[in-house]
């Protein structure tokens, strides 16, 4: 299941800095296999308490948890799509990620220099969304043209290319997203065919002062919040800087600063957990003397599906699954007492697995 989300923006709006607090704050490397990965990329935990409460009733011997893959990606610059800057290399390496931290600064430093010289976070977002859109638009008249022709001769399925093709280019004309166009679910298997950036989820990250953080208003943060709505993004607010210096405290110097300034969790948590929920992906979880494990696996996938997502046998050999909520387990505090009050729960291959769901699963070897 592939995790990945990259940080995109101008330059000097602080997508290293919120870079580098997330890898601090991130999972040690060695607990991973496969983890010797470019310096541009950081492997982090999805943060998730139910998997510590998890912790306290089974006291397993190892607690593994979800993870996430970040990659800051170099500042994109006005021109972009047609190379200006590191245009090019931006477009290749944006195209690969599955999801999008857009990171626009709505804050005023007078020691650090904006590129447009002056601070405005929807025009800056606008300015990389248009260069993303104009790379779209040129990939899709491309493509348009390698199906046109066939589809002029009858072919059924280059017809039915063509036609989302044009549903796509006709919002792009537009100076809009290829996200935003009208696309039926039969239909989207395809528009992942088509390998466009503007298809993929964004979220905003408003970065912010800790003045800023402390006041909770913020008129620059209301306007990308606005410009958020217009598109159905999600926008979180944090500030980087302040991230940074907190990454390297313990969970609970963490938690005991947060309290302090009246916050439950940090933003680098609530940036993870809002990329996460962006990828449309669910958490479940298995449980016992070994270890506790969060797993993920997507939206709408059946037992045999999320099954596979611990090994991909599992899928072929699947015979049940042995289901409890995690609100029964916190509420009970005990397996035992779940079952005892007849809410474990026998699944076959049709189940959809819930966010949540802490599973046993059957399976012929």
Not at 222 to 239: I, P, R
Request: aromatic content about 6%; overall charge negative; hydrophobic content about 40%.
């Amino acid at each position: 299941m592939s995790l990945n989300c990259g940080i995109v923006g101008l330059p000097n709006v602080g997508k290293s800095t919120i870079f580098n607090a997330l890898t601090k704050a991130g999972a040690e490397m060695q607990n991973y296999p496969f983890c010797t990965i470019e310096p541009n990329k950081g492997i982090v935990e999805v943060p998730d308490a139910r998997l510590d409460r998890l912790v306290e009733l089974y006291k397993p011997q190892k607690k593994v948890p979800a993870i996430m893959e970040f990659v800051d990606i170099a500042g994109l610059v006005k021109g972009a799509s047609q190379g200006e800057g590191l245009g090019n290399k931006f477009l290749s390496h944006i195209r690969e990620v599955d999801a999008i931290c857009h990171v626009v600064r709505a804050f005023e430093d007078e020691n650090i220099t904006h590129v447009h010289g002056k601070i405005n976070p929807v025009e800056d977002a606008q300015v990389v969304t248009m260069e993303l859109i104009f790379a779209d638009l040129e990939s899709v008249e491309k493509q348009h043209q390698k199906v046109a022709k066939n589809a002029k001769a009858g072919n059924k399925e280059a017809q039915e290319t063509v036609q989302v093709l044009e549903k796509i280019l006709n919002v792009l004309k537009e100076g809009k997203p290829a996200r935003l166009a009208d696309i039926k679910p039969e239909e989207q298997k395809l528009v992942k065919t088509f390998n466009l950036i503007t298809s993929k989820p964004v979220l905003y990250v408003a970065n912010i002062t800790d003045k800023a953080a402390i006041a909770k208003e913020n008129a620059l943060v209301d306007a990308v919040k606005k410009m958020a709505e217009s598109e159905g993004a999600e926008v979180v607010t944090l500030c980087g800087k302040f991230e940074e210096e907190i990454s390297g405290l313990s969970k609970e110097e963490q938690l005991e600063f947060l309290s302090e300034i009246g916050e439950k969790s940090s933003g680098l948590d609530r940036m993870i957990q809002a990329a996460y929920k962006l990828l449309g992906l669910v958490t479940f979880f298995t449980a016992g003397e070994v270890e506790a494990r969060a797993w993920t696996t997507g939206v709408g996938s059946t037992g045999p599906i999320a099954a596979s997502v611990i090994h991909s046998d599992f899928e072929k050999g699947y015979v049940r699954a042995e289901v409890m909520k995690f609100e029964d387990l916190d509420r009970t505090g005990s397996p035992n007492k779940v079952k005892e009050e007849g809410r474990l729960r026998i699944e076959g291959k049709e189940y959809i697995v819930q966010d949540g769901d802490v599973i046993f699963f059957r399976v012929n070897a």
